[in-house]
């Protein structure tokens, strides 16, 4: 299992590579000077000429390319242009309001949209799956940012009960994680009750009722584990869509998170700041996606065995045997 | 069909369709039979007769929607479990019925480990504790051939054959009064199938189990069974002690089943299939549902529904042949 770990996290790195090429190279071409965003249009042009041999932007695409690389591996992100500030410190201090309203955002969906999966699966063309199917499909079709100004225009503007914006009590996380979740709640509903729907058609299922087990066992026991694993991979792609819409839905609640500073940032040319964020993102992005491959194998024991080191648990597992 | 002193299991009757959007799927047409206490039956047909239906309604298990029963009486130990409220069918099915289904690959749970899809069925009948269901499970694996070390692997880590045994072990770990095996051999390999057949017959013949088993076979049915019920479109044609049934063959299409086994005796080119093929189940001819493909066909089965006849005592026969 840990080498399968350590193999995993070795190959993220030519994927962490790729991303920081990539933003690098958009930023490079972009249009815009830092150096006289930083100084504005009154500054003289020998002032920025300076400014831009200070922050080594006159140097060639590669080896700027590589002097910040250099840096990122020894866990420098470089500094913030506009505040002088390490980017590290910068992000990190946004990372976990974002990382917060992304976690709470998967977990409302899971406790709705799980459910709401296997009621409509169990209770087929019944009359509560047809409404659980209509609001997933308005769930899925509504643009995450335009939900999200619904919500304030109604809760806010109009009934005054939610507060528009900022981040500083749970009544504030109401509306955001539902702007966040929407989407999410609408589409693990759906992969939940797809995937129940083939589950109880299985002869296993047959198998189970056939020894007089009771319906809900039937379902909990021995459907729901089964239906899980590819509504986990949907949760997996969930939690990084939950976390790269952060950038609009920060923006449209005014939250200070990762992804509001990255709005920011590329607004400002602040170059650094972009870089670091959308590294950070992929980082996360990867880490979850590996989390989300070791849950399978707990789940799955046909998994595990791909991990197991041969004879190892086997052993451990007889040795529990005997003593048991 | 006549009365004997209470059989074990009686259906009366039996009819179920499938309603779907393409019309009414006719699988069981007003089927009866009786199986005795101990005794074994073998239920014979091609693919799409209503075997496995009829399997399903004895368990009360017919999927449903679509599945209807529409009428008939289904009598074990006198009692008609059609009319059983959950928690009598609770108790019912394991341990008055069990059932082993056709495709071993399918059937166990992939998540769960053997021992614990043996124990599960265990704890809900005999009242066990977790323990000792487990003590129980590994006796039940070793019962069917499986060394009882293996009792916390998982499905995915046995042969077919073997998972087929684990099934045959959920099936009679609570000793059911019935055991209804639909095809248990047909997805297996045909060194392991006689391996299989042999484990059932022995077990059902130590524990006293009656047996219900679905089968195409012929061969297999003259190995095993007491007694033989031949179907064809959702009804039994026939149906009566083996010898009876292979010896003094009533219906056509008996006789075209067994025309149609290659012979070793006789060396032929091509085997002797009956001609045409099975009517759709949603829209069965009028009168006698196998006239189309019958060689002793006759004015009257166009038109006719033919009743069960007793042509000798124990075998009974559908056909107008015989009225």
């Known amino acids: 299992m840990l080498n399968y770990i350590f193999k995993r996290i070795l190959a993220a790195i030519p994927v962490l590579l790729g991303v920081t090429l990539l933003v690098f190279t958009m930023l490079y071409f972009t249009e815009g000077d830092p150096a006289r965003l930083i100084l504005g249009d009154t500054a003289a042009e020998e002032e920025v000429e300076a400014l831009r041999e200070e922050l080594g932007l006159n140097e060639s695409f590669i080896s700027q390319y590589i002097s910040y690389l250099g840096g990122v591996l020894k866990g420098d992100l470089g500094t913030d242009y506009i505040t002088g500030r390490p980017v590290r410190d910068e992000i990190m201090e946004r990372l976990g309001t974002t990382l917060k309203l992304a976690a709470a955002s998967i977990i409302f969906s899971i406790v709705i949209a799980i459910p709401a999966g296997i009621i409509s699966a169990v209770r087929q063309y019944s009359l509560i799956d047809i409404i659980s199917m209509v609001i997933a499909l308005l769930g899925n079709s509504m643009p995450n940012f335009w939900l999200a100004l619904m919500l304030i225009l109604f809760f806010s503007v109009y009934l005054g009960v939610l507060p528009a914006s900022g981040l500083y009590g749970l009544k504030y996380y109401i509306m955001p994680v539902i702007g966040i979740s929407a989407g999410a709640v609408a589409t693990i509903t759906r992969m939940t009750r797809s995937s129940m729907l083939e589950v109880i058609r299985q002869d296993y299922i047959r198998m189970a009722r056939i020894k007089g087990q009771t319906e809900f066992a039937v379902i909990v026991k021995h459907a729901l584990k089964n239906a899980l694993i590819p509504v986990i991979t949907v949760i997996g792609i969930q939690f990084t869509v939950a976390v790269g819409g952060a950038v609009v839905n920060e923006q449209v609640f005014a939250i200070p998170g990762l992804g509001k500073f990255l709005v920011d940032a590329i607004k400002a040319r602040n170059y650094r700041v972009v870089q670091g964020g959308v590294l950070v993102l992929a980082i996360i992005c990867s880490l979850v996606n590996l989390f989300i491959d070791l849950l399978y194998a707990f789940i799955d024991p046909r998994i595990k065995n791909q991990f197991r080191e041969s004879g190892k648990l086997r052993s451990i597992r007889k040795a529990r045997e005997e003593g048991l | ?323």
């Open chain 2, 1 to 323: 069909m006549n009365d004997r002193n209470s059989p074990l299991l009686s259906v009366r009757n039996l009819t179920i369709h499938y309603i779907t959007d393409d019309g009414i799927v006719r699988a069981v047409n007003d089927i009866s039979f009786d199986l005795e206490k101990g005794k074994t039956l073998g239920l014979v047909g091609e693919t799409g007769a209503g075997k496995t239906t009829t399997a399903l309604g004895i368990m009360n298990l017919v999927p449903d929607p679509p599945g209807k029963i529409i009428s008939g009486q289904i009598l074990v130990n006198g009692k008609d479990i059609l009319k059983f409220k959950k928690n009598e069918l609770k108790k019912y099915r394991g341990k008055v019925a069990s059932m082993v289904l056709q495709d071993p690959m399918t059937a166990l749970n992939p998540l769960i480990t053997v021992g614990e899809q043996i124990a599960e069925v265990l704890r809900l009948h005999d009242k066990l504790s977790r323990a000792d269901s487990y003590i129980k499970a590994a006796q039940m694996l070793e019962l069917v051939g499986i060394p009882s070390d293996r009792i916390n692997d998982y499905p995915h880590e046995f042969s077919g054959g073997m998972k087929q045994r684990v099934v045959i072990a959920i099936a009679l770990a609570c000793n059911p009064q019935l055991l209804i095996a639909d095809e248990p051999t047909t997805a297996l390999d045909v060194t392991i199938q006689a391996q299989v057949l042999s484990l059932i017959r022995d077990l059902i013949k130590k524990y006293g189990t009656s047996m219900i088993l679905i089968t195409h076979d012929l061969g297999v049915v003259t190995e095993i069974c007491d007694e033989v019920a031949i179907m064809y479109a959702g009804q039994i044609v026939e149906k009566g002690d083996l010898e009876a049934v292979y010896e003094h063959t009533g219906h056509p299409y008996t006789r075209g089943l067994f025309g149609s086994l290659p012979s070793l005796a006789v060396k032929a080119h091509r085997l002797n299939p009956i001609e045409g093929l099975m009517p759709d189940p949603t829209d069965l001819p009028k009168g006698c549902a196998f006239h189309p493909r019958c060689p002793d066909k006759m004015p009257e089965c166009v038109s006719r529904t033919p009743v069960v006849i007793e042509t000798e005592p124990g075998h009974f026969v559908r056909c107008l042949l015989y009225e």
